[in-house]
């Protein structure tokens, strides 16, 4: 079957593959911010990749059976979770791109499957709110998204912070810690 998951197949990382360091990353400064031409590009990017996805996916796309009722709020509340995570996913990629990404080792390739995920949650949640609803994720693809969602939320937080502090130990700048 020609689903989501198979639209782009993510590359695995070599072994020992490292990303780069705070000190090697071009177009980002010392606070962690990062030059507004590499975000608006890298937002590009992203944005590109989506479309390119979602025309395979809507040429590809089949449908699956509709949750029976009993079960049709349940997969309601997974939709609008998976959708709510996809949309934090948007919020932090492009700093994830920007802090992470180097010419000899793009990330494309391994984000596009859920690149492919996200765009499938988006086009079921404008389906579903059609006159006649289709569906195209069933509950278990759903529930597995959401987890794979998560993770990647944890991976990317935890590269954004640890490139944060390397910048702030390498500049001199003090991180910013709540009091106790």
């Not at 705070?22 to 975000?39: H, N, Q, T, W």
């Not at 992203?46 to 479309?51: F, G």
């Not at 796309?61 to 029976?68: G, L, Q, R, S």
């Amino acid at each position: 079957m020609g689903g989501p998951d198979s639209v782009h197949a993510p590359t695995p990382p070599r072994q020992g593959q490292q990303p780069p360091k705070a000190r090697d990353l071009k177009g980002v400064y010392p606070d962690g911010s990062i030059e507004p031409a590499l975000l608006h590009a890298t937002q590009e990017h992203i944005a590109q990749m989506k479309r390119d996805i979602e025309l395979q996916l809507l040429r590809d796309v089949k449908t699956v059976d509709p949750p029976v009722d009993a079960d049709r709020d349940s997969w309601m509340a997974d939709l609008e979770r998976a959708s709510v995570l996809a949309a934090e996913l948007d919020k932090v990629l492009p700093t994830f791109f920007a802090y992470t990404e180097v010419p000899d080792r793009p990330l494309g390739p391994i984000l596009s499957k859920y690149l492919g995920q996200m765009v499938t949650v988006s086009l079921q949640k404008r389906l579903v709110l059609q006159p006649e609803p289709r569906f195209i994720l069933d509950q278990n693809t759903l529930r597995g998204y959401i987890q794979q969602f998560a993770n990647l939320l944890v991976i990317i937080t935890y590269r954004i912070d640890a490139v944060r502090l390397e910048l702030q130990q390498l500049h001199g700048l003090t991180p910013d810690v709540p009091p106790e």
